[in-house]
């Protein structure tokens, strides 16, 4: 946690939900597999991406002259809604509010509150809008809702003064003609040059097919988001009953996972796990849980054994 903004995944439900519970009304995020334009262009509209990848630790991420990719248009952070990323933990739901933020009214719905927070923030400079999403009560504890709990605090210490990874979001989104990426960790909005509604598919994906080449081939933690109409507005305009249950399933499934997250289950198991020992003791005394034990831990080796020799089916393990 850092400055009581927690963590949270790059996740499409938790992000939906996210936004949902901020007041933005029909929108959705869909996890893409491949950097292929025809996937994205498949869920048009889109408003932007959410894109997540390792933070680089060994080379210089910021410039103040020229980004690795594209120009820096210093004059458009006055028209974007742009905000400098002034506390760690926070960046994903600075990106989000990166593509939302710079959609017009009757594109989308963002709602009375973010609608009053554009308003007060977009007078202020980038570092001063970061400021106020920080100290945003409102933002702040709906991105807190999603955090996962942790129930286990790491106390070990890494040996050899090796780091922990870090991760970054960002997010490209289109915005009067241009593309642009906004990452509130450099000094200004990045042009990444002309682009109609239309070509974002295209354009995007280029633009990302270069970052993930200046990775090593082993690099594979990546992932990317896509901030479009919510689906199922599309399905009852066509009248699609079996796309909109769907989607419809799909939201509930986000709801339930979005539940587990908020929960720990440490207790449960070990409440579990007390009434299964309770009733082999009750059965036959320490022998019999003795013996229990014992036998699990051969047929776990047996099975170990068997996937070891790459085949045989597996083992069942006996009340």
Not at 36 to 49: D, F, K, Q, R
Not at 146 to 166: H, I, L, M, Y
Not at 288 to 305: C, G, I, M, P, S
Request: net charge negative; aromatic share 10%; proline share 4%.
């Amino acid at each position: 946690m850092s400055g009581g903004w927690n963590t949270i995944e790059s996740d499409a439900g938790v992000f939906t939900f996210l936004l949902n519970n901020l007041g933005v009304q029909d929108v959705q995020f869909e996890e893409l597999l491949t950097l292929e334009p025809e996937a994205l262009a498949e869920l048009y509209p889109i408003y932007g991406v959410i894109f997540l990848f390792k933070y680089p630790t060994d080379t210089p991420y910021t410039s103040t002259d020229k980004p690795l990719d594209g120009t820096f248009d210093r004059d458009a952070a006055e028209r974007l809604w742009f905000a400098a990323q002034t506390i760690q933990n926070a960046c994903g739901t600075q990106a989000l509010l990166s593509v939302v933020m710079n959609r017009d009214d009757g594109e989308v719905d963002i709602g009375a509150p973010l609608r009053d927070f554009r308003e007060f923030t977009m007078a202020l400079p980038p570092e001063f809008r970061g400021e106020a999403l920080s100290n945003s009560e409102l933002i702040r504890d709906a991105h807190n809702s999603f955090a996962k709990s942790s129930p286990f605090v790491d106390e070990t210490q890494r040996q050899g003064g090796e780091t922990e990874d870090a991760f970054h979001f960002v997010a490209y989104t289109p915005v009067d003609g241009k593309l642009y990426e906004l990452d509130g960790l450099q000094p200004a909005p990045i042009s990444h040059g002309a682009c109609a509604a239309e070509d974002f598919p295209v354009k995007v994906t280029q633009v990302l097919q270069r970052r993930v080449a200046r990775y090593d081939l082993s690099e594979i933690r990546f992932n990317l988001l896509a901030m479009v109409r919510d689906r199922r507005l599309a399905a009852r305009e066509i009248g699609d009953a079996e796309a909109l249950a769907r989607e419809e399933r799909k939201r509930r499934d986000w709801q339930f996972e979005n539940a587990l997250r908020r929960h720990n289950f440490v207790g449960f198991a070990g409440a579990v796990l007390k009434g299964v020992v309770d009733m082999k003791l009750r059965e036959g005394g320490e022998g019999a849980y003795e013996k229990w034990v014992e036998d699990a831990k051969t047929k776990t080796r047996q099975r170990l054994e068997s996937r070891k020799k790459g085949g045989g089916e597996d083992i069942e393990m006996e009340d």
